[in-house]
């Protein structure tokens, strides 16, 4: 059964930065796409950025230059380094593996 954990969100002021964690258990880890996702209130989800096998990236150009995704296959985990955090960055963040989901992590950015 897949399962995907996420960790590390939290309560940040603007211009702040936080690491989100996902760990992952019941499947093959290193030959999978990763992705983290995010929903603020009242909006659909987004991607915000995925990750190959390969370690090729592609992000949301909200993020762009401001968030890196990279993976540890070793430990079975995907990270999401978030940098000069906005308000608007402001919801819930999703770590995604083809159709499972995990529980979400909320980040606030807030003064």
């Known amino acids: 059964q897949v399962r995907l954990v996420e960790s590390g969100g939290g309560l940040v002021q603007p211009g702040g930065s936080l690491r989100l964690s996902c760990t992952a258990s019941?499947?093959?880890?290193?030959?999978?796409?990763m992705g983290w996702y995010r929903q603020a209130p009242g909006k659909q989800r987004e991607l915000v950025a995925g990750?190959?096998?390969?370690?090729?990236?592609n992000y949301a150009d909200s993020v762009k230059g401001r968030f890196t995704i990279s993976r540890d296959n070793a430990k079975k985990t995907v990270f999401l380094q978030m940098s000069s955090l906005k308000p608007e960055d402001t919801a819930v963040y999703y770590c995604?593996?083809?159709?499972?989901w995990g529980q979400g992590t909320q980040v606030t950015v807030s003064s």
């Open positions: 019941g499947f093959i880890f290193g030959i999978n796409f």
């Open positions: 990750i190959t096998s390969g370690g090729i990236t």
């Open positions: 995604n593996y083809a159709t499972a």
